[in-house]
Structures are given as C-alpha cells and as structure tokens.
C-alpha cells in the first residue's frame, strides 16, 4: 500500500488525493465510514460491498431483535399487561 500524505486543516477537514478517489470511485456526496484502529483512522467509503459486508455483525449479541422487541411488546398489550400509550387507568 503506498502511502499518501494529506494536511488537516483548521476545521479538522483532509482532501483525498484525486488518484485514491478515483481508484475507489469516491465522487461528491460519497458517505465515508471512520472508524478508529488502534492509533490509526481508516476512512472506508459506504458502498454496496461495505454495507453487505456489515450484515449480521449485531446478531448473536445476547439482546432480542428490535422486530423481537416490538412483538413482545404486541403480545403483552394485547394481554392487557401494559398500556397503550396515552391511556389511563
């Protein structure tokens, strides 16, 4: 990987060398995920790839689902063991 050097300036704001954005098709409006890697940052734009890439990276945490959740949530209001919003007992 050959290494590019870029100047941060007073707002915290860096250009990405015309040559990098064009080998990694990063135009105007492109969304660039950073993240922190130990002592380094690495910008990864958000393509296609990379969003498929995260699929399934929060599952298996130990937490039920938020579509879980909902229908929990469902099941007990439906029982009457919790109130709908704005209702009074």
């Not at 937490?63 to 879980?68: F, K």
């Not at 929990?72 to 109130?83: N, P, T, V, Y």
Request: glycine fraction near 10%.
């Amino acid at each position: 990987m050959d290494t590019v050097f870029a100047q941060v300036n007073v707002k915290g704001q860096i250009v990405i060398p015309a040559r990098l954005r064009d080998e990694l098709k990063i135009k105007s409006g492109t969304k660039i995920a950073i993240q922190r890697d130990g002592g380094a940052i690495v910008l990864q734009p958000v393509t296609d790839e990379f969003l498929e890439s995260l699929r399934g990276c929060l599952k298996g945490k130990g937490r039920p689902s938020a579509t879980e959740v909902w229908e929990q949530d469902h099941r007990k209001e439906s029982e009457g063991e919790i109130r709908r919003y704005g209702e009074r007992r």
